[in-house]
C-alpha cells in the first residue's frame, strides 16, 4: 500500500521558515512528478509547486521566490523551503505524487496533510 507520509508543519511568525518533507513508501514501480497543494479554510485546494523526475519546477506567483521544492537523492522524497512566510500563507500543505504502483498504471496519490499557521 503506497503512503505519502508529510512532516515540518507548525506554528511559525510572520517572516519565519518552515521546511516540509514527504516521504513516499510502499511498493512502487515507478515514480514522476511531485509537488506541493494547500487548502486554506473556505478556499479550494490550489497549487504550491510541483517538480518534475528531472528536476524542473513550477511554482504558484504567489510563493516564487520565497518557496523552494526540491527532490531527495532517492527520488521518491520532496521537500518544500518555505521563507518569509506570510499570514496568506496558512493552510493544510499536502504532499501529491503522481507515480505507478500497481497494475492500474500511473495514479496520483495524496498525502494527509500537515498544519502550517503564519501568526505573531
Known amino acids: 500500500q503506497v503512503q505519502l507520509v508529510e512532516s515540518g508543519g507548525g506554528l511559525v511568525q510572520p517572516g519565519g521558515s518552515l521546511r516540509l518533507s514527504c516521504a513516499v513508501s510502499?511498493?512502487?514501480?515507478?515514480?514522476?512528478?511531485m509537488g506541493w497543494y494547500r487548502e486554506a479554510p473556505g478556499k479550494q485546494r490550489e497549487l504550491v509547486a510541483t517538480i518534475s523526475i528531472g528536476g524542473n519546477t513550477n511554482y504558484a506567483a504567489s510563493v516564487k521566490g520565497r518557496f523552494t521544492i526540491s527532490r531527495g537523492d532517492a527520488k521518491n522524497t520532496e521537500f518544500l523551503e518555505m521563507n518569509n512566510l506570510k499570514p496568506e500563507d496558512t493552510a493544510v500543505y499536502y504532499c501529491?505524487?503522481?507515480?505507478?504502483?500497481?497494475?492500474?498504471?500511473?495514479?496520483?496519490?495524496w498525502g494527509q496533510g500537515t498544519q502550517v499557521t503564519v501568526s505573531s
Open positions: 501529491y505524487a503522481h507515480l505507478w504502483a500497481d497494475t492500474a498504471g500511473w495514479s496520483d496519490y
Open positions: 510502499g511498493i512502487i514501480f515507478d515514480i514522476g512528478t
